[in-house]
């Protein structure tokens, strides 16, 4: 399973970004897919995802700035970003957990895409 990651770069405090991350591969059931974010010197932390019931998760953190969408023909996750604040400056992570024909369960990350936000 690959998990490709599209969008990112440098914007403004106060704009706006999309990122894209489609996966690929031998997926026999997405349960969750989604982004972390992990900025300089902190931990990685969730972002957003959706998971198998449908629904997803939003870190309260960014509640109201961030909005993920989901396209489950292509399975692929977007996360739209508003009102860019220099706190989210971080390398921003695909993020999925995929069953195989198995049916086991692993865990899939993205290469990363950098945010760079400039007040």
């Known amino acids: 399973v690959q998990l490709q990651a599209s969008g990112g770069g440098l914007a403004q405090a106060g704009g706006s970004l999309s990122l894209t991350c489609a996966a690929s591969g031998t997926i026999h059931k997405l349960h969750t897919l989604g982004w972390y974010r992990q900025a300089p010197g902190k931990q990685r932390e969730l972002v957003a995802d959706f998971i198998v019931a449908g629904t997803t998760n939003v870190a309260d953190s960014v509640k109201g700035r961030f909005d993920i969408s989901r396209d489950r023909a292509k399975n692929s996750v977007s996360l739209q970003i508003y009102d860019l604040k220099p706190e989210d400056t971080a390398v921003y992570y695909c993020?999925?957990?995929?069953?195989?024909?198995?049916?086991?369960?692993?865990?899939?990350w993205g290469q990363g895409t950098l945010v760079t936000v400039s007040s």
């Open positions: 993020h999925a957990f995929v069953s195989g024909p198995s049916l086991d369960l692993r865990e899939y």
